[in-house]
């Protein structure tokens, strides 16, 4: 509406194409994430992209496996029409990304009084851009707001609800990033969880971060699929374009060869305009 008002038909199809945009790269990170981490569990060190001829036929690397692995599941989650059925895969979700991060937080304190390593307050203009883009892309689920207010019982108490969630969350990534900086200094890893180490309870947390972004994939990708659909295919549920949207931002999770540096290019980029632009 915002693009609309600005610019007119050609702002709104604008800021539909930003969101598409931003969302499947979002979605694109959660498979790079959960594909890699469990190669790593899995025993294998080279994590990097995937090649064209090994991306059907191959099964050349385990994170090639495990993320066509997730691809049939993925088609079953994305095919759930509305965000309410999708309500109770959430809150598991949830549950289990928040006690996977308390159970990194805590180890992050022991291995910070132990070791210490030498921190740098500021490490450089290009450092502070780079960091600037992954925080950016950190909010990524603003752009479910709309669709939760529109389903939501009691929209008068959404905006306070709101609020408090954000404060929340903000406080929770904040600390979770600052307390991995402060445990393993420059040797942090871009995913922080392999810098745990081997061992069960190390496997555990990384597992719940897994399942957090597998049950969250069909809700990020919600906002695509309610534009797309508005766009194409005429405000009806369309299966088979939502499933051809999933094969697409699996086979782009193949090729993308660094985690870290994706978060910042979609954060940076398309979540920038999103944001701060508009």
Known sequence: DLGHAIVGPLGK?????????????????????????LAYLAGDDDTSSASWSSLFWGFATPKVLFLWGCFPFQLGLNAIPTLTHLAPLSIFADFVDIVAKSVVMVD?????????PPLKAFGGWSVFLYGLGVAVYAFEGIGL???LEAEAKDKEKFGGVLGVGMFLI???????AALGYLAFGEGTQEIITTNLGQGVVS???QLGLCINLF???PLMMNPVYE??????CDYKFCLWMRWLLVFGVSLVALMVPNFADFLSLVGS???VILSFVL
Do not use: Q, W
């Open 13 to 37: 199809l604008f800021v539909d194409v930003m969101i598409v945009f931003s969302h499947c790269g979002f979605c694109v990170s959660y498979l790079i994430f959960i594909s890699t981490t």
């Open 108 to 116: 992050d304190v022991f291995v910070f009084m132990k070791n210490r």
């Open 145 to 147: 707001v709309l669709p």
């Open 170 to 176: 903000s406080l929770l990534y904040a600390s979770f």
């Open 203 to 205: 496997a555990l947390v």
């Open 215 to 217: 049950f969250t994939f």
């Open 227 to 232: 534009v797309v659909e508005r766009r194409l």
């Open 269 to 271: 980029s398309v979540c």
